[in-house]
């Protein structure tokens, strides 16, 4: 085979060189903005050193990764051949009789096993470390609004007249039931001062329509306000207070409480897809849908994975036609713009197909895999009309 042979050696280890600078580049460029990120919004809440804001950017490397491979693959893709096209080394492949199939068969190796390495083994790590991230984020700026898989879970739900703060230590039903959940009830006044109303523990609670279903209840009351004294204003010694009894706690099989929340808010807002993995993404969204719910987000998450390997070889060709296409016409300012204009313009693609899917106007398998497929496909026939018309 071509890939193996002394010459596709040869251009992989080029190709994979050009990569590896390309991506180191733009890794050192991301985590320097988002170490001043990390200054401009952690730091502004709690006092972040720069041992601490760079420890959280590289808890985000491995995410960055995955994130900005595609792009690394097109500079790579054009860096790559380019150099091979400036010492006339394309010229003289050409003039062997080797086609241009044969010697793009490299990149695309290389494009295939970085993604299915990505999608495989990268995406476990970084996915952990990501939830890390957003564990240790809020444990620095003190905020728990939002929830992390694998600990403590918190969320927020109220009106006008009762705010509720809500824990919960698992959770289960596919984002629809919380495990081990406690309600720390307020009572809001006119003034929009809150007071402690009452404390509600339940063993699950389980939102349907409109409510939360509460199961095996221990629901304790907050000890009422001390009544005015009479001598309040005056220079009299007030009496002793009486002694404040507590209302004791009240048992219940069940409990009903109503809120605002739906299931998909709560799906939302308790599980991100970053924090889960590859391997861990088919299970949740079985669970999920078999709770009824829609977890759109997650499945474009899974397919955007699985599509990865596709996306980062059509990258890759895309950056190498417009090197290729330089070896014979000239004008590098105006290709080597081409070629990352055509970068932006997937990368604004991939966005869109990601929120038609959110907006359920596009299946989760089409949106993901529909930008990489066109543009391996468009790729392809530039490929064949310049090379082989």
């Known amino acids: 085979m071509f890939a193996t042979s002394l010459l596709g050696r040869y251009l992989f280890g080029r190709v994979l060189i050009a990569m590896a600078t390309a991506l180191g580049g733009i890794l050192v460029t991301i985590v320097l903005v988002d170490v001043v990120e990390q200054f401009r919004t952690v730091g502004t809440a709690a006092d972040l050193s720069l ?26 893709g054009m860096a790559g051949y380019l150099s091979l096209a400036r010492r006339s080394e394309l010229s003289a492949i050409r003039a062997s009789g080797v086609s241009a199939w044969r010697f793009l068969t490299p990149l ?55 705010q509720s703060l809500i824990l919960a230590r698992s959770l289960s039903g596919g984002g629809a039931q919380l495990g081990d959940v ?29 409510f939360w279903q509460l199961e095996n209840v221990v629901e304790n009351e907050a000890a009422p306000a001390p009544a005015p004294t009479p001598n309040a204003g005056t220079d009299a010694p007030a009496p002793p207070s009486p002694p ?14 109503p809120t605002t929340l739906t299931r998909e808010d709560l799906l939302e807002r308790v599980v991100d897809p970053n924090s889960l993995s590859f391997w861990q993404l088919p299970g949740f969204i079985a669970e999920a849908r078999a709770a009824g719910l829609q977890p759109t987000r997650h499945e474009f998450r899974f397919y955007s994975l699985l599509a990865l390997p596709l996306t980062i070889t059509a990258m890759g060709l895309i950056g190498a036609l417009f090197s290729l296409r330089l070896a014979r016409s000239g004008g590098t300012p105006v ?21 038609m899917a959110s907006s359920a106007l596009t299946p989760p398998l089409v949106a993901a895999f529909a930008p990489a497929m066109a543009a391996l496909f468009a790729a392809a026939a530039a490929i064949a009309a310049f090379e082989d018309g």
């Not at 063993?203 to 349907?208: G, V």
């Open 51 to 76: 041992p601490g804001a760079l420890y959280l950017t590289g808890l985000k490397v491995p995410l960055l990764v995955e994130q900005t491979t595609p792009f690394a693959m097109l500079v790579a």
């Open 244 to 257: 404040v009894s507590l209302p004791a706690p009240s048992v219940k099989p069940n409990l009903a409480l």
């Open 335 to 355: 290709m080597i713009a081409a070629g990352l204009l055509s970068g932006f313009v997937f990368f604004f693609t991939t966005r869109l197909a990601e929120a």
């Open 182 to 210: 406690t309600f720390f009830q307020f009572e809001v006044g006119l003034n929009g001062a809150s007071r402690f109303a009452r404390r509600i523990d339940a063993e699950t609670a389980t939102l349907t329509d409109g």
């Open 108 to 162: 695309a190796v290389l494009g295939l096993a970085l993604g299915l390495v990505l999608a495989i083994l990268v995406n476990p790590f970084g996915a952990a470390m990501n939830e890390d991230f957003e564990r240790q984020r809020d444990r620095i700026t003190g905020t728990a609004d939002v929830p992390r898989s694998g600990s403590d879970i918190w969320l927020r739900q109220g009106d006008g007249n009762v």
